[in-house]
T-cell receptor, first 111, second 113 residues
Framework: NAGVTQTPKFRVLKTGQSMTLLCAQD?????MYWYRQDPGMGLRLIHY???????AKGEVPDGYNVSRLKKQNFLLGLESAAPSQTSVYFC??????????FGPGTRLTVT | AQSVTQPDIHITVSEGASLELRCNYS??????LFWYVQSPGQGLQLLLK??????LVQGIKGFEAEFKRSQSSFNLRKPSVHWSDAAEYFC???????????FGTGTRLQVFP
């Protein structure tokens, strides 16, 4: 049981490039989340999903898109990366009324 | 507005000393409350949670927290800190009628031998 996994672990992009971060969970969780973590700001919700085929905006959605085509996967896309998107990105999942389970994170640097 | 405040950005304690990390929240509904710990370069791990019932909650690694509705607080405590407890601690609040959590900005704990 791997829990929540994230791919890749590290990535460096140039401004304007695009990329997709993959989150996978093997716990059959309905809910999945993408957060970004910046120093002194805690975790801020980017987008989330309450089930396969659904997505919703969080607190800081601009510049990001997401897709949940399969229940176990939640993809975060950056269409045109900007230096302000340099951050550590965390995926999380949960089932019903429970705590969220977090992945190990992806460290993204945009130059 | 819904919010979570962790007033202490950085706390330093000696190994073996007691610890209390503060968390205050502002939330319209009956809250669900969580404490997570994050070691450097790692994801967040759940320490404990409060949904209902006994307001003193026991967690992993010897941590406990007490929900005080009158003070809108959910402070984390440990009677004797170990060097391995050095990490960042996040308080979070949610509710039955929402799918989302609101996180505090975190408290970084440093432990001196």
């Amino acid at each position: 049981n791997a829990g929540v996994t994230q791919t890749p672990k590290f990535r460096v992009l140039k401004t304007g490039q695009s990329m997709t971060l993959l989150c996978a969970q093997d716990m059959n969780h309905e809910y999945m989340y993408w957060y970004r973590q910046d120093p002194g700001m805690g975790l801020r919700l980017i987008h989330y999903s309450v089930g396969e085929g659904t997505t919703a905006k969080g607190e800081v959605p601009d510049g990001y898109n997401v897709s949940r085509l399969k229940k176990q996967n939640f993809l975060l896309g950056l269409e045109s990366a900007a230096p302000s998107q340099t951050s550590v990105y965390f995926c999380a999942s949960k089932w019903g009324v429970s705590e969220q389970y977090f992945g190990p994170g992806t460290r993204l640097t945009v130059t | 507005a819904q919010s979570v405040t962790q007033p202490d950005i950085h706390i330093t304690v000696s190994e073996g000393a007691s610890l209390e990390l503060r968390c205050n929240y502002s939330y319209g509904a009956t809250p669900y409350l969580f404490w997570y710990v994050q070691s450097p370069g790692q994801g967040l791990q759940l320490l404990l949670k409060y949904f209902s019932g006994d307001t003193l909650v026991q967690g992993i690694k010897g941590f406990e927290a007490e929900f005080k509705r009158s003070q809108s607080s959910f402070n984390l405590r440990k009677p004797s800190v170990h060097w391995s407890d050095a990490a960042e601690y996040f308080c979070a609040v949610g509710a039955r009628n929402t799918d989302k959590l609101i996180f505090g900005t975190g408290t970084r704990l440093q432990v001196f031998p």
